[in-house]
């Protein structure tokens, strides 16, 4: 019997899946979220902290989950870098992060579904340390995007 998975992002059914991923790379199936590095997390209270700080650098946020999701909300000043899950989104993960300098902080984030099921964050984290980026963190988001972020009244927008 296969498991089904629906993403609910506030209120609504986003997208939903046989089993809790799909990949388009082979490669990226064996990494999932659990297996970026403790060190590497962040807290959403801790990132929420980060961007509210006057005079502190910004760092580059990077949505590497679904278009949809990006477009319902995403974090204030966030870009899109398409699913970390796909051969296409790491294409534009590369893209976009092609003119930064390898020690920028740069914090990844999807919230599509709980840490431990998400296809997303592990398979981006890789091929941003292959590139040679040296200050990337994982914005841990426990359950979901909404409920961890935009229900918390942390910076939010809709929209691309």
Same mark, same amino acid.
């Given at each position: ?17 046989? $089993? ?68 296409? $989104? ?20 999807? $919230? ?46 809709? $929209?691309?």
């Amino acid at each position: 019997m296969k498991r089904f998975a629906a993403v609910i992002f506030m209120g609504m059914v986003i997208w939903a899946l046989p $089993g809790y991923a799909q990949f388009s790379d082979p490669a990226a199936a064996e990494l999932s979220a659990t297996t970026v590095p403790q060190a590497q997390l962040l807290q959403p209270a801790e990132l929420a902290k980060m961007l509210n700080a006057h005079g502190s650098e910004r760092p580059v946020m990077l949505q590497v989950g679904s278009f949809v999701m990006y477009q319902q909300a995403h974090i204030a000043g966030s870009g899109y870098a398409g699913p970390g899950s796909q051969t296409t $989104g790491l294409q534009l993960l590369e893209k976009m992060a092609a003119h930064l300098a390898k020690d920028k902080l740069i914090v990844i984030y999807c $919230g599509c579904c709980p840490w431990n099921h998400c296809p997303n964050i592990g398979p981006a984290y890789k091929k941003l340390h292959d590139l040679g980026f040296r200050n990337v963190k994982a914005l841990y988001i426990a359950k979901n995007f909404g409920e961890d972020w935009v229900a918390k009244g942390y910076p939010s927008e809709k $929209g691309n």
